[in-house]
């Protein structure tokens, strides 16, 4: 049995192996392994810059990690379950290569500080990561709402056609939905930017380290302030799983408006093959397999979120071995929201869209009644809730004559209200409908258009 470099000497015997399996996080934190020989080496660094190792040693040290850290990449070294975790596994790897000067590095440290700085590390390139994915989705979205700039959608409230929009507007909500997701990483990722390392278990260290030295080779801001905050916060990692699980809950809604879209009533979308199946019995069957498993996924991405915050209710100041579970949380909601918004820019890229049938939804559904009530209102001075009133019976007479709005007569209109002129025939058209829609954020065409250039400018 491998000897674990941590174990206390007053612990004479050796962890049961039903310990082991729970005790040991290597399985999990072993993808911190890169983070991890960065702490090290920028650790190191600080204890030669204040001459608590000699640069001989240092260098030793240095070269060591960077060679292991390399067999790790070309997978020449299997990690121990016995020494518990990356950290204490690396520094066991660099004790085979080096000798006892090894056992010089984890001077001034503790693994409470190391851990948490390897994981402000990995979060912080993690968030950049899906920023990335992020404005490739966002840029896909701009993309269709300049392709599809003419297409007419029906725009819904309470799951019934409410009103006629433009497709490209519907299209660039999610942009700005995105956008925001964004905006809460880059306040996530600002906050987490401060340094733990030098902290140690909780007190701080007697060495006499450098901690701003430390902060800057690492890439953080500064040093954090209090030794035992630390260690002990884990509100980065709450935040940062928070973000992805939003992102989870954005992407289940457009998953599930494929699924809406795609099915035969709708008949709004045609999905591309490559991301639906079929089924096993039933050859006419096209099922939006991805877009349903997306949106499972933001389930389980909200459940982790709710682990992290139960786990960490309960803890007192200090570490307490209950926060290792924290990364096996992030992993699986990082992997997840990662997949997930590749699988809904494919789709973005890939679905065809049946702008006839959008139309024909909309002018089947008296969608421009709104419209025939402002303009009662503005032309013939009704009150809207009268304007309502009366357009609500029009509505009616429409449909039983089995006609939609535009196709009424003026001699027809007239019936409700002699006032009625030949101007309003203009405005109960769905295009129409979209042109008067004017207002700052609106879904008239010169808004929309605004907003796909602002997108570009601001956004992308």
């Not at 004479?12 to 999990?28: E, G, H, R, Y």
């Not at 940062?240 to 998953?255: C, T």
């Not at 709710?306 to 100041?317: A, D, E, H, R, Y």
């Not at 009625?420 to 979209?434: A, E, G, H, P, R």
Request: charged share 30%.
């Amino acid at each position: 049995m491998k000897k674990n470099p941590a174990r206390n000497v007053h612990l004479k015997v050796a962890t049961s192996n039903l310990l082991d399996s729970i005790n040991s996080s290597i399985n999990i934190d072993k993808r911190l392994y890169k983070e991890d020989i960065e702490g090290s080496i920028a650790h190191c660094k600080t204890l030669m810059k204040s001459k608590i190792i000699n640069l001989k040693d240092g260098k030793l040290i240095i070269k060591g990690l960077l060679e292991i850290e390399r067999e790790i990449e070309k997978q020449k070294i299997k990690f121990d379950i016995k020494l518990e975790d990356i950290h204490m596994n690396i520094e066991s790897i660099l004790h085979k290569k080096i000798g006892k000067v090894a056992g010089k590095l984890h001077t001034a440290r503790s693994r409470n500080d190391q851990v948490v700085t390897d994981f402000r590390i990995w979060i912080r390139e993690s968030i950049d990561q899906i920023n990335k994915e992020l404005k490739l989705l966002k840029q896909t979205f701009v993309e269709l709402a300049e392709k599809n700039f003419e297409a007419i959608f029906p725009g819904y409230t309470h799951m019934q056609i409410a009103q006629p929009v433009k497709f490209s507007h519907h299209m660039l909500a999610y942009v700005e939905m995105f956008h925001r997701d964004g905006l809460r990483f880059y306040e996530t990722r600002k906050r987490l930017n401060e340094c733990p390392l030098g902290a140690a278990a909780l007190a701080g260290t007697s060495f006499p380290i450098d901690r701003e030295y430390t902060a800057k080779e690492l890439g953080f801001d500064s040093p954090m302030r209090n030794s035992m905050d630390a260690v002990s916060d884990r509100d980065f990692v709450i935040e940062f799983i928070f973000v992805l699980s939003l992102i989870g809950v954005h992407l289940s809604r457009l998953a599930e408006e494929i699924i809406l879209w795609s099915n035969p009533n709708y008949n709004f979308i045609k999905l591309p093959d490559d991301l639906a199946t079929g089924s096993s019995i039933m050859p006419q069957k096209k099922n939006p397999d991805g877009a349903e498993l997306v949106r499972s996924q933001a389930a389980i991405c909200i459940g982790n979120l709710n682990s992290l915050l139960v786990i960490m209710k309960g803890l007192p100041l200090g570490y307490s071995k209950d926060l290792q579970e924290d990364k096996k949380l992030i992993f699986n909601s990082y992997d997840t929201i990662k997949i997930t918004l590749e699988v809904m820019t494919e789709f973005i890229k890939k679905i065809k869209f049946n702008k006839m049938q959008m139309k024909k939804a909309i002018d089947k559904s008296y969608a421009t009644a709104t419209d025939l009530a402002n303009w009662l209102v503005r032309n013939l001075n009704y009150t809207f809730r009268d304007a309502y009133t009366l357009t609500g019976k029009i509505v009616e007479y429409a449909i039983s004559k089995n006609k939609i709005l535009e196709e009424l007569s003026i001699i027809e209109l007239k019936k409700f209200d002699k006032r009625i002129s030949k101007t309003v025939l203009k405005i109960l058209s769905s295009s129409n409908s979209m042109k008067n829609k004017t207002s700052f954020g609106g879904t008239s065409p010169e808004s929309v258009n605004k907003s796909i250039q602002y997108a570009i400018k601001k956004y992308l």
